[in-house]
């Protein structure tokens, strides 16, 4: 088992900067890829972006490209979003979801995921 804790959240001026961690603990931390997704009141979840056990390979959702920065720190069991430039449209509950396998977008490809942290952006 994987518990993961999302926190950093919160209230955020459109143009604003949040960066969210996400803690682990349980199994061993690197041995997991770990995604970002994001989920809107009345949409489904959606993918945000994704690392590779390592560090050394990313993936993004083409809606944050440029402005997220996913990271992971093994040695502290912790991942992190940097999330520059937001917009009204980044508003959301933001998970983290860590996977033995894949590191991609389908959230099926996750084994574990937080209770999810809100975010909101204001006009």
């Known amino acids: 088992q994987v518990q993961l804790v999302e926190s950093g959240g919160g209230l955020v001026q459109a143009g604003g900067s949040l960066r969210l961690s996400c803690a682990a603990s349980g199994r061993t931390f690197s041995n997991y890829a770990m995604g970002w997704f994001r989920q809107a009141p009345g949409k489904e979840r959606e993918f945000v972006a994704a690392?590779?056990?390592?560090?050394?390979?990313?993936n993004y959702a083409d809606s944050v490209k440029g402005r997220f920065t996913i990271s992971r720190d093994n040695a502290k069991n912790t991942g992190y979003l940097q999330m520059n430039t937001l917009k009204p449209e980044d508003t959301a509950v933001y998970y983290c979801?860590?996977?033995?396998?894949?590191?991609?977008?389908?959230?099926?490809?996750?084994?574990?995921w937080g209770q999810g942290t809100q975010v909101t952006v204001s006009s």
């Open positions: 690392i590779n056990w390592s560090g050394v390979y990313g």
């Open positions: 979801a860590a996977s033995s396998g894949l590191f991609g977008a389908n959230p099926r490809s996750y084994d574990y």
